[in-house]
């Protein structure tokens, strides 16, 4: 199956900055997904990715907060926004077709001061 | 909408036991598929096992097996022969087969084996 790489895999950062998460496939694939997993919780989708159209966000997840890009098939980015320390998570990214099974970057382990 | 439940906050289970770790969810839809995600600490999510709803035979892949009832919308993983890299934490998770359809996860259980 497909390699899947996520960048950067851990980050401190202070409030009120932003940061961008970059994920990797190493083959085209039709759906990319981001999901948020906050200390010791199960995981919620924030939203998927689509190639050449905006992203589809889930109920309580904003663009102005979570903006998302797609360029191309292979390659995703989630940035977290103005962040605040309710913001630390473990941010993942994951590929699949909708129906089928989605296999997950290694995440992004993110705390905010 | 979808729900999966993991009742069982955390389980431990001596070296070489099995274990069997529950799932039960519910849903309107008649296919959909099931999964089973561990993450050790690495927090890497990683696949374990995967069974589709329309299939009657239960998913094995090596010491990993499932017992799925759908008439009572069960999906349960059980380990045999347990090893120390089976602690982690396990999610079980489900899909449906529609259009706007979303993989929703159960809480998680950790799992501790003992050497």
């Known amino acids: 199956s497909a390699v899947i790489s996520q960048k950067p895999s851990r980050d401190i950062c202070q409030r009120g900055t932003s940061l961008t998460i970059q994920c990797q496939v190493d083959s085209q694939v039709t759906m990319m997904f981001w999901y948020r997993q906050q200390p010791g919780q199960s995981l919620t989708l924030i939203a998927t990715?689509?190639?050449?159209?905006?992203?589809?966000?889930e109920s309580g997840f904003v663009i102005d907060k979570f903006p998302i890009s797609r360029p191309n098939l292979t390659f995703s980015t989630l940035t977290v926004s103005n962040m605040s320390p309710e913001d630390s998570s473990i941010y993942l990214c994951?590929?699949?077709?909708?129906?089928?099974?989605?296999?997950f970057g290694p995440g992004t382990r993110l705390t905010v001061l | 909408a979808q729900t999966v439940t993991q009742s069982q906050p955390e389980m431990s289970v001596q070296e070489a036991e099995t274990v069997t770790l529950s799932c039960t969810y519910d849903t309107s839809e008649n296919n959909y598929y099931l999964f089973w995600y561990k993450q050790p600490p690495s927090r890497q999510m990683i696949l374990v096992i995967r069974?589709?709803?329309?299939?009657?035979q239960n998913a094995t892949e090596n010491r990993f097996s499932v017992n799925f009832q759908k008439a009572a919308k069960s999906f349960s993983l059980k380990i045999s022969d347990s090893q120390l890299g089976d602690t982690a934490m396990y999610f079980c998770a489900f899909i449906g087969t529609g259009a706007n359809s979303k993989l929703t996860f159960g809480k998680g259980i950790t799992l501790s084996v003992r050497p």
């Open positions: 994951s590929f699949g077709g909708i129906t089928d099974t989605q296999y």
């Open positions: 990715a689509n190639q050449g159209s905006e992203a589809t966000y």
């Open positions: 069974q589709e709803a329309y299939k009657q």
